[in-house]
């Protein structure tokens, strides 16, 4: 199996939950350039998520910030 048969798509209600971060916080942190950016999933259309492994990322450097204050 190769790594990108792992990628994996997360829309806006798993990234909230994953995180617990509401909606409008999300996407300021996104602007602020402090959370990953979401992906368009299609060509023109309003339709994005973000990948996994990016929020995984984001949340394992936010816990290793936490340990090192």
């Keep these: 199996m190769t790594a990108q048969a792992n990628i994996r798509f997360l829309r806006q209600k798993e990234v909230t939950h994953l995180t617990g971060i509401p909606r409008p916080t999300l996407y300021y942190m996104m602007g602020l ?24 990322a984001w949340m394992n450097e936010r816990i290793a910030a936490s340990k090192a204050a």
Excluded: Q, R
Excluded at 34 to 55: I, M, Q, R
């Design 33 to 56: 350039g402090k959370f990953p950016k979401n992906l368009s999933l299609c060509s023109g259309g309003k339709s994005v998520a973000w990948l996994e492994s990016d929020v995984i």
